[in-house]
């Protein structure tokens, strides 16, 4: 089994040497590089092109946000995973717009850093709760009532078929910033049929990954939060 490799990047050695630590003490994870701040992380990320980049928001030279768009743009098989003490929204919209996959703090379990970087390997968005209800508070301020006479949805948009009660479920777990294997844990699924539930929803309503999900399903008023 070939393991997800993955590039440190931060500014303090002591963090990347401890996550190397952690990281290389899981079966199916491997650190092959580490940067002290964002242009060395794109360099590196160029040479290397890892699976998943753990990134620091605020370094010198390049801060994080700058080389995950950078990175995001020239190497769309990796996936950049934002790891900070910084929870502040400027810092959190702009990760997310910058194409990272998941917005973590560094107080996150060992577990939940390891789940994470699996998740981001296979396509999945993964956001701290303490994150999720930030952009969840964003999302219903996005999606406030329109006014009468605005249609919810324009005549240009693709029509969203409808979702199964099961669906629906699912959606409303995602919609609280839950990852598969909890969702699987609550319904009692296994977390492949999970999965497949995951991308049923994704391909109904025309999204392309979990964060696109909530938006479209708060705005057409499927979930309420």
């Not at 030279?61 to 003490?85: C, D, F, K, S, Y």
Request: with cysteine; glycine share 6%; proline share 4%.
């Amino acid at each position: 089994m070939s393991k997800i490799r993955v590039l440190i990047a931060d500014d303090q050695e002591i963090i990347r040497q401890g996550l190397a630590v952690i990281l290389d003490n899981q079966e199916d994870i491997v650190t092959v590089g580490q940067a002290c701040d964002g242009e060395e992380a794109v360099r590196i990320a160029r040479e290397l092109h890892p699976d998943v980049v753990l990134m620091d928001v605020k370094m010198p030279n390049m801060n994080g946000i700058l080389a995950t768009r950078t990175i995001t743009g020239e190497l769309p098989q990796t996936q950049v995973i934002i790891l900070t003490t910084y929870d502040i929204d400027d810092w959190v919209f702009e990760g997310i717009r910058a194409g990272a996959q998941a917005y973590l703090l560094k107080d996150a379990g060992t577990d939940d850093l390891a789940n994470a970087i699996r998740g981001v390997h296979r396509g999945e968005s993964q956001l701290d709760p303490a994150i999720a209800r930030k952009v969840m508070a964003e999302f219903r301020r996005m999606s406030a009532p329109p006014s009468p006479w605005v249609p919810a949805q324009r005549a240009d948009e693709p029509v969203m078929e409808a979702l199964t009660e099961r669906e629906t479920e699912v959606l409303g777990h995602i919609a609280q910033g839950l990852g598969n294997k909890d969702i699987a844990q609550k319904l009692f699924l296994s977390e492949g049929t999970v999965k497949n539930y995951v991308s049923s929803i994704m391909e109904k309503l025309h999204a392309n990954d979990r964060t696109q999900v909530v938006i479209k399903a708060v705005r057409q008023g499927i979930v309420k939060l």
